[in-house]
């Protein structure tokens, strides 16, 4: 079986989906009889194309919500045992 994942890399989500995905494969015993071929998606075209501290291009973008949006990711992350570190993230165009 082969698998095709789209995903950008400076997604959070994709991480912690790709990481479920692993631990699904794993599970299911069929971890080494399944092709994951990761393919690139750009999620933010507009995103800048040099490096920024992303909490400052979220709160931009999103407003208010950006905290309670990157509590969320952070708990679902620590979940997967991923620890985000949103003071050191930066953002940047993936094109």
Not at 22 to 30: F, M, N, T, V, W
Not at 62 to 80: Q, S
Request: hydrophobic share 45%; net charge positive.
């Amino acid at each position: 079986m082969k698998i095709d994942v789209y995903s950008d890399v400076v997604c959070p989500w994709c991480y912690i989906g790709e990481r479920r995905l692993a631990a699904a494969l794993e599970k299911s015993g069929r971890a080494g009889r399944v092709t994951v071929a990761f393919r690139p998606f750009q999620l933010d075209p507009a995103a800048p194309p040099e490096a920024a501290p992303l909490r400052a291009h979220l709160e931009r973008r999103f407003g208010p919500r950006v905290d309670a949006m990157l509590r969320h990711v952070t708990a679902v992350a620590a979940d997967e045992g991923i620890t985000m570190n949103w003071d050191a993230a930066l953002t940047g165009n993936t094109h």
